[in-house]
């Protein structure tokens, strides 16, 4: 049984001052910042998830929880900074058209910069034209794109086209990620890279850039 047991029911439960107080015990505690984001938090979500799809719990509940998570970030992110001086390369990320879901996205983003890359995050719901928008403004390394909705999923493909047509393609490379996003997809839509979770993407950019 984790020892996040207590946090993961509050996350679980949306309780807010509970959850923030646990973590706050787990830092003190001197437990591993990475176990208490993945054995702690994550595994929450994915309870509320299982609970929303069986009818259990429905879109307040879930809404939440997630904001329970991110407070609980809030005391775990400076925790994740390497503290690098130099950067590693520059990132776009975002999350596709249509899709809302940013918790993910926010921990690739906190985890990047931790690793030292610069991160531009361009939110949630990004349509193609802003992100080939930004990319041709900041001229980022590695573009990245999150998306948790299988029907969000074809605007990836379609966010890559928009790179192509715009002639920037073959001066980023893609990666993208998120819970319906496998490997098979990314080499079927050719992103150049997927990442599982946060911490592959950190060692994908690297590789992706040769840096690691
Ligand atoms: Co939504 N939702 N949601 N939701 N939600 C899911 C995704 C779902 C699986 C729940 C379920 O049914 N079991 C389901 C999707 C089914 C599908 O399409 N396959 C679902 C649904 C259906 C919906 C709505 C349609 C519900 C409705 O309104 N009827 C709606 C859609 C809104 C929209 O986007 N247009 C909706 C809404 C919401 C909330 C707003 C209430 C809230 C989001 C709040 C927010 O993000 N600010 C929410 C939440 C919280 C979830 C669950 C419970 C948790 C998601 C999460 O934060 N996970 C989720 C169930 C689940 O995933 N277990 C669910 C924790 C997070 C750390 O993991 O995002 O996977 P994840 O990110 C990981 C990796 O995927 C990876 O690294 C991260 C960290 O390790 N990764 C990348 C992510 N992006 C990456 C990018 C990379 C590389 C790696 O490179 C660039």
């Not at 029911?9 to 807010?16: F, L, M, P, S, Y």
């Not at 910042?33 to 979500?45: E, H, R, T, Y």
């Not at 998830?49 to 991110?70: N, Y």
């Not at 975002?94 to 939110?123: C, P, Q, R, Y």
């Amino acid at each position: 049984m984790s020892q996040f047991k207590q946090l993961t029911e509050a996350v679980t439960k949306g309780d807010i001052n509970k959850a923030v107080a646990e973590t706050q015990g787990a830092i003190d505690a001197g437990s591993n910042v990475q176990s208490i984001i993945d054995d702690g938090l994550i595994s929450a979500m994915d309870e509320v998830g299982e609970r929303f799809s069986k009818g259990i719990i429905f879109v307040p509940q879930m809404l939440r929880s997630a904001k329970t998570m991110q407070e609980c970030m809030k005391l775990l992110e400076p925790l994740l900074k390497e503290g690098e001086v130099t950067t590693k390369g520059k990132v776009l990320i975002g999350t596709v058209k249509g899709d809302l879901h940013d918790i993910g996205k926010n921990l690739v983003s906190m985890m990047m910069e931790g690793a030292g890359f610069t991160v531009t995050d361009l939110g949630v719901d990004v349509p193609p034209e802003k992100f080939v928008q930004k990319a041709q403004e900041i001229e980022p390394d590695i573009v990245g794109m999150s998306a948790l909705l299988s029907t969000t999923m074809p605007a990836m493909p379609q966010t890559i086209e928009a790179l192509r047509k715009s002639g920037i393609r073959d001066k980023v490379k893609v990666m993208i990620g998120g819970a319906p996003v496998t490997a098979k997809y990314a080499q079927e839509i050719k992103a150049d890279s997927y990442a599982p979770d946060a911490g592959s993407a950190v060692a994908e950019a690297k590789k992706l850039l040769g840096t690691s």
